[in-house]
C-alpha cells in the first residue's frame, strides 16, 4: 500500500490529508502516535536520541542567522562585509541591464519630443508644415497605436525566443524613427517616424527581462529606475529645445540605440526562459546563436496564448491592472508628458492661447517643463531608495491623494487666471503633482505587471498590458484638447481628480502586496483561501515541521496581506505550522476569520478579501494560551489571561490536527524556552495522558479506523481503475 501510494498523486486533497494524518495509526494497530518529538523537514530519518538531533537543528538555525559569521568577523565588520555585497551585487545587475536603461533614456526622449515639436512647428513659418488642432493631436499621440501593437507582438516573442533577444529588436525601429526625424521634409515623415518610435516603445515596454533577472527584495527598485532613466530622456529633451532646433535634436538620439545593440549582444539571457522554456540555464552553456523556430511550434505559442484567459491567476490580475490603468491616466501624467510646453505657455499667458504662429514661444514655458522634469526625476529616485521600505500600496495610496488634491489645485489657479499674474505658482503646483504622482500612480502599474502574472505567461501578460496601456494614452492625449475646448484645462483637471478618486475603493480592496514575495508564488493572492496544513506525522509519532526557509515566502504573502494593518511578522525565524479559515464564537457571536498557526503564537484577521486583503490582526502568544475540546462538536476552546473563545472547524479531521499542531508547537515553545511558561494551577494537576488535547485526540483517531480503512479502499478502487483505462 506505501509503496503504491507514494508512486501515485491523483488522490483528492482530502484523502492526502487523512492519509498523512493516520497512516501510522493503521501500521500500529490502533497505537496513538503522538509522541512528542518535533524535528524539521530533512531530519526526518533521525535517531530517537532526541539530545542529538535537536543539537542539529539548533546549529543549522545558528547558521542560518549568521552567528558563525559574526563570531568569525565581528559584528562590525559582518555588517561592513553585507554592506559591500550588496553594492556589489546592484552594480552587477546595473551593468547587466545598462542597454536597457539607455534604451528608457531614448524612450524618455520620445515621449517629451512632441512637447518641443508642436510649439516649434506652430511658431515657426519657415518649415512649410502646416499645424492645426488635427495634426497637433496625432503628433503627440500616434506613436501609442503602434506600441499597443508592438507590445502585443513583443509578449509572443518573448516567449517563443526570450526577453532579452526581443528587447534588442527595439533598437531597430527607434533609430530608424530618429534618422527620419532628423531629415523630416513634410508631415507624412513626421508621422512615420513617430509610427516608428511607438514600435520600438511598445516592445521595449512590454519586456520582462529585469523582473526576470534581479532578486525579488532588488525588483521595485531596479523597476523604479528606469523611469528615473525616462526623466533624465525627459529633461534633455526639454533643456536642448530651448536652443536647438528640432531636426538637430533628432540627430543627437541616433547613436544611443546602436550602442544598446551592440552592448546587449553580450549580456546573458533570462534565466526564467532559459529553465523553464528551453529547459536549461546559462551555466549548461547558451548558444549565441539566434534559436529557429517551426511555424508547429509558432502555431503552439499562439495556442496557449488563447486558452490562459481560461486561468484565474490571469484572468483577475489582468481585469486589476486594468482598473489600475485607468487610474494612471486619471492621473494627468500622459497630459503634462505630451502638452507640458503649450499648458505651462497658455497657464503663463493673459490670452486664450499661449502659442501663436510667427512668435517665439516663452522661454519661461520651457524651463517650467526642464523643471518638472527633474522633481520627476527626483522622486523616482526616492522611490526607489524607499520601495524596499515602504509597501506598494502604502506609497500607492499617499501618491493618489496627493495627485486628486494636487489636480484640483492646479484647476482652481487656471479658473482664477492665477498664472499670468504669479508664475511660480502654477510650476509650484505641477511639480508637486508630478513628484507625487510618479512614487506611485504613475510607476504602479509597470511594477505589477511583471510581477502579478505566473512565469510561464508574464511575457505574454505584461505584452497585453504594455497594449492596453498605449490604447488609453493615445485615447487620453486625442479626447484631451477636445475636453479642452468644452471644460476648460480647469474642468479637465477636476473631471480627471474625480474619476481617479473612483477607482481607489477597487485597488485598496483587490489589488495585492507583492513587495518581496518570490515570483513563483505571486499566484497565491488570487486563489481562494483553503485549510492547509504544513507540518505532519511521521510513523514512529514525530512532528515535522516546515523550517524557517520553507515557511518565508509565505509568511511574507501574509504580512503584506495585512499591509499597515498589522505588524511584522516575518521575523525571528517563524514557522508556519497551519492556516485556514475558520469560525470564531465569542459573546454569542459568530465571525469567519482567517487563522494562522506559528511555532510562536496564533494570529488571526478580518477578511476583506481571501488571500488578498486582512484588517484587523490580532494575536496570543501560545504560552499564554490553554485548549479544551468541546465534546461532540467539531469546536473546540482557547482560553487566555483577557481572552476565551471558541473555534469551529468544517470537519473533525481539521478539528484534530489544528489542536494537536497547536498542543505540540506550544509544548515545543515552553520547552525551548521554560522561562515563558506561566504557570497554572490546572496545568499542575495534568498529567501527560489526561492532557484535553491528547485525550481527545486518542480517542479521534482510534474511533477513525473504520474511517482509514474506507479511505484505502477507496483509493485502491480508484489506482485499480485508472491501470484498467491505461490497459
Not at 537543528?57 to 542567522?65: A, D
Not at 516649434?120 to 513659418?125: E, F, H, R
Not at 531597430?172 to 523630416?184: E, F, N, T
Amino acid at each position: 500500500m506505501e509503496e503504491n501510494y507514494t508512486n501515485h498523486t491523483s488522490i483528492s486533497n482530502m484523502a492526502n490529508q487523512q492519509e498523512t494524518q493516520f497512516t501510522s495509526q493503521r501500521e500500529t494497530n490502533g497505537r496513538s502516535f503522538f509522541n512528542g518529538k518535533i524535528s524539521h523537514k530533512g531530519d526526518e530519518n533521525h535517531e530517537n536520541g532526541g539530545n542529538e538531533h535537536e543539537k542539529r537543528v539548533k546549529k543549522k538555525i545558528h547558521e542560518i542567522q549568521g552567528k558563525v559569521s559574526v563570531e568569525k568577523f565581528g559584528e562590525g565588520e559582518t555588517e561592513e562585509v553585507k554592506r559591500g555585497s550588496r553594492l556589489a551585487i546592484e552594480m552587477f545587475y546595473f551593468f547587466q541591464i545598462l542597454p536597457f536603461y539607455v534604451l528608457q533614456f531614448c524612450t524618455g526622449m520620445s515621449i517629451g519630443y512632441p512637447s518641443i515639436l508642436v510649439p516649434q512647428l506652430i511658431a515657426s513659418n519657415s518649415t512649410g508644415i502646416v499645424m492645426d488642432d488635427s495634426s497637433k493631436g496625432w503628433i503627440v499621440s500616434l506613436d501609442y497605436i503602434l506600441t499597443a501593437l508592438g507590445a502585443l507582438f513583443s509578449g509572443q516573442l518573448q516567449s517563443m525566443f526570450g526577453p532579452k533577444r526581443t528587447s534588442l529588436l527595439a533598437c531597430v525601429p527607434i533609430c530608424c524613427s530618429w534618422l527620419i526625424m532628423g531629415i523630416a521634409p513634410n508631415m507624412s515623415s513626421i508621422l512615420i517616424s513617430r509610427l516608428l518610435v511607438g514600435i520600438g516603445n511598445g516592445i521595449l515596454t512590454s519586456s520582462v527581462y529585469i523582473v526576470e533577472v534581479v532578486s525579488p527584495d532588488s525588483r521595485g527598485s531596479v523597476v523604479m529606475i528606469e523611469t528615473g532613466f525616462r526623466s533624465l530622456g525627459m529633461i534633455l529633451v526639454y533643456l536642448l529645445g530651448a536652443f536647438i532646433n528640432w531636426k538637430s535634436l533628432a540627430w543627437l538620439v541616433v547613436p544611443l540605440p546602436l550602442f544598446a545593440f551592440i552592448y546587449g549582444i553580450f549580456i546573458p539571457e533570462s534565466p526564467i526562459y532559459l529553465s523553464q522554456v528551453k529547459g536549461y540555464t546559462q551555466l549548461d552553456g547558451e548558444s549565441s546563436e539566434f534559436v529557429s523556430r517551426s511555424w508547429k511550434e509558432f502555431k503552439e505559442s499562439l495556442h496557449q496564448s488563447s486558452i490562459m484567459f481560461k486561468r484565474r491567476e490571469i484572468v483577475i490580475p489582468l481585469s486589476l491592472l486594468i482598473v489600475v490603468l485607468v487610474a494612471q491616466q486619471c492621473s494627468a501624467m500622459k497630459v503634462i508628458q505630451g502638452y507640458a510646453i503649450e499648458i505651462f505657455a497658455d497657464i503663463f499667458s493673459q490670452e486664450e492661447s499661449g502659442i501663436h504662429t510667427g512668435r517665439t514661444v516663452d522661454k519661461d514655458a520651457y524651463w517650467s517643463a526642464v523643471i518638472m522634469a527633474s522633481v520627476r526625476l527626483v522622486s523616482t529616485l526616492i522611490a526607489a531608495k524607499y520601495i524596499r521600505t515602504f509597501g506598494r500600496k502604502t506609497m500607492y495610496f499617499v501618491s493618489a491623494i496627493g495627485t486628486i488634491f494636487f489636480e484640483i489645485a492646479f484647476g482652481i489657479v487656471d479658473f482664477f487666471n492665477i498664472g499670468s499674474r504669479m508664475k511660480a505658482l502654477p510650476i509650484v503646483i505641477i511639480s508637486c503633482q508630478v513628484f507625487i504622482l510618479q512614487i506611485g500612480v504613475q510607476t504602479f502599474p509597470n511594477l505589477l505587471s511583471g510581477e502579478l502574472f505566473p512565469n510561464d505567461a508574464r511575457s505574454r501578460c505584461k505584452g497585453l498590458v504594455r497594449a492596453i496601456s498605449a490604447l488609453m494614452s493615445f485615447t487620453m492625449l486625442k479626447v484631451f484638447p477636445y475636453l479642452e475646448t468644452y471644460c476648460g484645462l480647469f474642468g479637465s483637471f477636476w473631471t480627471l481628480a474625480a474619476l481617479l478618486t473612483l477607482t481607489l475603493p477597487i485597488i485598496f480592496v483587490f489589488v495585492p502586496e507583492p513587495k518581496d514575495v518570490s515570483l513563483d508564488q505571486v499566484g497565491g493572492f488570487f486563489q481562494p483561501a483553503s485549510t492547509n496544513f504544513y507540518a505532519h506525522f511521521l510513523t514512529n509519532g514525530d512532528l515535522v515541521t516546515p523550517t524557517p526557509e520553507e515557511s518565508e515566502g509565505r509568511i511574507r504573502m501574509i504580512e503584506n496581506s495585512f499591509g499597515t494593518a498589522g505588524g511584522n511578522i516575518h521575523q525571528n525565524h517563524k514557522i508556519l505550522l497551519a492556516e485556514g479559515l475558520l469560525d470564531k464564537k465569542s459573546r454569542n457571536r459568530v465571525k469567519r476569520r482567517h487563522f494562522f498557526l506559528f511555532n510562536d503564537c496564533l494570529m488571526w484577521g478580518t477578511v476583506i478579501r481571501e488571500n488578498m486583503n486582512y484588517i484587523r490582526q490580532r494575536k496570543l502568544l501560545l504560552e499564554d494560551i490553554q485548549i479544551e475540546d468541546v465534546k461532540n462538536t467539531v469546536s473546540w476552546k482557547i482560553k487566555s489571561s483577557d481572552k476565551e473563545f471558541y473555534l469551529v472547524a468544517d470537519s473533525e479531521c481539521e478539528k484534530l490536527q489544528w489542536m494537536v499542531l497547536m498542543h505540540y508547537a506550544k509544548q515545543d515553545r515552553m520547552k525551548a524556552a521554560p522561562e515563558l511558561a506561566v504557570p497554572r494551577e490546572s496545568d499542575a494537576q495534568l498529567t501527560g495522558s489526561e492532557d484535553p488535547v491528547l485525550v481527545y485526540a486518542k480517542r479521534a483517531t482510534e474511533r477513525s479506523n473504520i474511517a482509514v480503512n474506507h479511505l484505502y479502499d477507496i483509493y485502491d478502487e480508484r489506482i485499480s481503475k485508472s491501470r484498467t483505462v491505461k490497459d
